[in-house]
């Protein structure tokens, strides 16, 4: 199975930052890469895939990069409404693998 | 709209079955690949299964191979996970979810989600 690792588990930051989350796999898996924003009791939104493809109605300020074995997601100035989990995910391969998320907090 | 609402979840111990539905509407549901995600405080998000829009195929993650079966009615609608054997460790909220690639042409990433439903595996 392909492992996805993601750094940092937990991120502080403040509105107006700039944010940068990192998703590494243990293969290659080309842009085969999506992002997904998930809150508490709701179900992950997806927000990129194909590494750098923003989701429709997605607001600019996400983007993300990268491809084989390293990627970000990044957020242009933070706002309110960011602070969430956000999770990876390759689709290059079954079984398909999530990483473990990373929590942006307020700070 | 885009509409997925799962069903069918509860407590039940270990060893026995449960089967989970999903109602799909908004959408030409059976143009599309469908999945099953679940997720746990402990192992986060875990895929589980996907058939294709015709039920042609289907694969699963290796932990409920032979014991979880995906499937599908296209005439209502709607997506099926039957589960059995049932084990501790399948303790999760379980989501159904569209994906985002139309008849043969998967994407195997998850554009549209419902809101999941909360099956406890206790004895």
């Known amino acids: 199975d392909i492992q996805m690792t993601q750094s940092p588990s937990t991120l502080s930051a403040s509105v107006g930052d700039r944010v940068t989350i990192t998703c590494r796999a243990s293969?290659?898996?080309?842009?085969?890469l999506a992002w997904y924003q998930q809150k508490p009791g709701k179900a992950p939104k997806l927000l990129i895939y194909?590494?750098?493809n923003l989701e429709s109605e997605v607001p600019s300020r996400f983007s993300g990069s990268g491809s084989g074995t390293e990627f970000t997601l990044t957020i242009d100035s933070l706002q309110p409404d960011d602070f969430a989990t956000y999770y990876c995910?390759?689709?290059?391969?079954?079984?398909?693998?999530f990483g473990g998320g990373t929590k942006v907090e307020i700070k | 709209q885009v509409q997925l609402v799962e069903s069918g979840g509860g407590v039940v111990q270990p060893g026995r079955s449960l089967r989970l539905s999903c109602a799909a509407s908004?959408?030409?549901?059976?143009?599309?690949?469908m999945h099953w995600v679940r997720q746990t405080p402990g192992k986060g998000l875990e895929w589980v299964a996907v058939?294709?829009?015709?039920?042609?195929?289907?694969f699963y993650t290796d932990s409920v191979e032979g014991r979880f079966a995906i499937s599908r009615d296209n005439s209502k609608n709607t997506l099926y996970l039957q589960m059995n054997s049932l084990r501790a460790e399948d303790t999760a909220v379980y989501y159904c979810?569209?994906?985002?690639?139309?008849?043969?042409?998967?994407?195997?990433?998850?554009?549209?989600w419902g809101q999941g439903t909360q099956v406890t595996v206790s004895s």
């Open positions: 979810a569209r994906d985002n690639g139309g008849f043969d042409l998967l994407g195997d990433i998850f554009d549209y």
């Open positions: 194909e590494a750098s």
């Open positions: 908004g959408f030409s549901f059976s143009r599309y690949g």
């Open positions: 058939i294709w829009y015709d039920g042609s195929n289907t």
């Open positions: 995910q390759q689709s290059n391969t079954y079984p398909l693998t």
């Open positions: 293969q290659s898996i080309s842009s085969w």
